[in-house]
């Protein structure tokens, strides 16, 4: 078990602490913090047999998925790494991707609010994240949890925009990964949601 009393996250999310790993300097830990919510009358199957890390069950899922394709686009993901327990309780192994000074990546939501004046710089951003979609769409990943927050500018990528959370169908029934429709669907309301979000 990995001992983190004596750590401080480095940072902290609605749904985790996210740590140092002490053994890897190349790894995080991501330790889940939220309740589970269930509202179901009759619990899911991964409601049932996972618990609240049944979100971890399908993030690993889609990286295997796209690792046994072999897709070149994995790049644009954060590597998954394993799971560990911990004295906080379980975690999430996944690559630590940082800025230009060292400290973990910037997001893309932080990007955002620093170009807020300035329109043009505003569109490269966009321009860079709707790449990131193409490439996604192309290595047929799935990011069920799209957001600004879950997208970091990696130096490990060359500075590209890279995924960092949120892999996977979170649907009872995910037809995203059975019909290309449903996918490229899935993407195109994702570029429209989002690749209007950078104008304020």
């Known amino acids: ?61 889609e990286y295997l998925a796209a690792l046994h394709r072999g897709r070149p686009e994995i790049e644009r993901l954060a590597r998954f790494m394993g799971y560990a327990p911990t004295s906080l309780g379980p975690a999430i192994v996944v690559e630590k991707l940082t800025g230009p000074d060292g400290d973990l990546a910037p997001t893309l939501h932080k990007e955002r609010l620093g170009l807020r004046n300035d329109p043009e710089g505003l569109e490269r951003l966009r321009q860079e994240f709707m790449g990131l979609l193409d490439d996604l769409e192309k290595g047929r990943i799935i990011v069920g949890d799209m957001s600004y927050e879950n997208i970091v500018r990696a130096q490990e990528r060359g500075g590209k925009l890279t995924v960092i959370d949120g892999l996977g169908e979170r649907v009872l029934f995910p037809l995203a990964l059975v019909s290309d429709w449903a996918f490229r669907l899935s993407i195109q309301r994702r570029r429209d949601r989002l690749g209007g979000g950078f104008g304020f």
């Open 1 to 61: 078990m990995i001992d983190l009393s004596e750590l401080n996250p480095l940072r902290k999310s609605r749904n985790y602490l996210i740590f140092q790993h002490p053994e890897n300097d190349k790894a995080l830990l991501k330790v889940r913090v939220d309740e589970p919510v269930r509202n179901h009358l009759i619990p899911r199957y991964a409601e049932w047999r996972y618990g609240n890390l049944r979100q971890w069950n399908r993030e690993a899922n």
